[in-house]
């Protein structure tokens, strides 16, 4: 069982950054692919970027590409999220995720296994 602990989420201005970390345990060695998901009150979960381990293949979906970077630092075995020119509409819980295969898509029913989530205002 792989455990996913987020942080990093709090408030910052339209325009700012912030950056999310996904704290993960040895056990993220049985899979190899990581996402970034994020639920709006009233709307369902969307994909916001995948990670592909083995060949560091990585993928947006268009209303974060340019402004959002997701990587993996494997020595610290943790996933980040880098958000830059964040705009109101970013707001949202923001939940990290693994798996074996996240398709173009990033459909959260391709995750596995979820950490607790941690909010994000942009105000």
Not at 37 to 44: A, K, Y
Not at 92 to 116: D, E, K, N, V
């Amino acid at each position: 069982h792989v455990q996913l602990v987020e942080s990093g989420g709090g408030s910052v201005q339209a325009g700012g950054s912030l950056r999310l970390p996904c704290a993960t345990d040895t056990a993220v060695f049985s899979v190899n692919c990581f996402a970034w998901f994020r639920e709006i009150p009233g709307r369902e979960r969307e994909g916001v970027a995948a990670m592909r381990i083995g060949n560091s293949f990585t993928d947006y979906s268009d209303f974060v590409k340019g402004r959002f970077t997701i990587s993996k630092d494997n020595n610290k075995n943790t996933l980040y999220l880098q958000m830059n020119n964040l705009k109101p509409e970013d707001t949202a819980m923001y939940y990290c995720a693994a798996g074996y295969y996240f398709g173009l898509a990033i459909s959260p029913t391709q995750a596995h296994y979820w950490g607790q989530g941690t909010q994000v205002t942009v105000s």
